[in-house]
C-alpha cells in the first residue's frame, strides 16, 4: 500500500534493540546485527527454569532451582536479562513502547515452535498488574506479549481468571524471603473457574529468582490445575 511506504519513508521502521533503521525489505523489529549478536537462549540451560548453565559445569540444574525448588512445572525464557535487552525491556515498560510487544511475542512463540515443545497447553495467562499500576502505565507488557504469543500459538488468552489484588514493592533488589513476603496474598482467583487438569503457559517479562512465577503455580495448583508452565521474555543468568 502506497500509505505504508510513505509511513515507512516518514517513520522508518527501526530495530527495538538498537535503535538502527531497518530495510523496509527486512523481517521488522530486529536488525540483522542484534539476531546474530544478542544473548538469545539455546546453549545448556537448567531443565526446570530455562536459565543458562555455564558448559563446563556438570550440573543440570542452576543454584537457585536447587536451593529453592519450584513449584511450577518447567519453564523456558528467549533472552538473557543484559545489557541492550535490559535496556530495551527499560523502554518496552517504562517508555511507552507498547508495541514492542508484536515483534517480541513473535519470538517467544517462536520459542516454543521451533524448540519442538510439544507441551499442549489449554490456557494462556499473563502475570498480572495490579489494575492502579496499569492504570498509570496504559498496559500491561506481559498482558501485550500473552496476546500475540495467544494468537501465534492459537491457545486460548485469560486474563479475568488471575488477577493481583495487591500492590506490591518491586522485587528487585529483594532477599528471597522478602520476595516472598512481598507476594503474600499479592494474587487472588476468579471464584467459580473450574481449573481442574488444566494446562496454564504463564507468561511474563523478566525472570530473576522465580518467586512470582511460583506463588502463581502455588495458588493455580491450590485450584486444581495440572501443570504450570511459563514462558518469560528475559532470564537471568545461573549465579
Ligand atoms: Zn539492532
Ligand atoms: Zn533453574
Known amino acids: ?8 519513508i516518514i ?7 538498537c535503535n538502527t533503521i531497518i530495510p523496509i ?18 546453549e545448556k540451560v537448567c531443565q526446570k527454569c530455562g536459565k543458562p548453565i555455564d558448559n563446563i559445569e556438570e550440573r543440570n540444574t542452576c543454584f537457585d532451582c536447587i536451593k529453592y525448588p519450584p513449584i511450577y512445572d518447567k519453564g523456558w525464557a ?7 535487552v535490559r535496556d530495551m525491556i527499560y523502554r518496552f515498560k517504562y517508555g511507552g513502547h507498547k508495541e514492542y510487544a508484536v515483534y517480541l511475542g513473535v519470538l517467544m512463540a517462536n520459542k516454543i515452535k521451533n524448540e519442538n515443545i510439544k507441551e499442549k497447553f489449554d490456557l494462556i495467562i499473563p502475570i ?11 498496559y500491561n507488557q506481559s498482558e501485550e506479549l500473552a496476546k500475540i504469543i495467544s494468537k501465534q500459538l492459537k491457545i486460548p488468552i485469560d486474563i479475568t481468571i ?13 532477599s528471597i524471603t522478602q520476595r516472598k513476603n512481598n507476594l503474600k496474598k499479592a494474587f487472588k482467583i476468579k471464584q467459580n473457574t473450574d481449573l481442574k487438569g488444566k494446562k496454564i503457559l504463564l507468561i511474563d517479562d523478566i525472570y530473576t529468582t522465580g ?29
Open 128 to 138: 498480572p498488574m495490579h489494575l492502579k499500576k496499569k492504570r498509570i502505565r496504559g
Open 1 to 8: 500500500m502506497l500509505i505504508d511506504i510513505i509511513l515507512n
Open 162 to 174: 488471575l488477577t493481583r489484588i495487591k500492590e506490591t514493592k518491586p522485587q528487585s533488589g529483594l
Open 211 to 239: 518467586s512470582t512465577i511460583n506463588t502463581c503455580a502455588n495458588i493455580l495448583k491450590k485450584k486444581g490445575v495440572k501443570k504450570v508452565c511459563f514462558l518469560s521474555l528475559s532470564i537471568g543468568r545461573d549465579k
Open 25 to 42: 525489505q527486512k523481517e521488522k523489529g530486529i536488525c540483522d546485527d542484534c539476531k546474530k549478536s544478542l544473548p538469545f537462549i539455546k
Open 78 to 84: 528467549l533472552l538473557v536479562y543484559e545489557g541492550i
Open 11 to 17: 517513520y522508518p521502521p527501526k530495530c527495538i534493540f
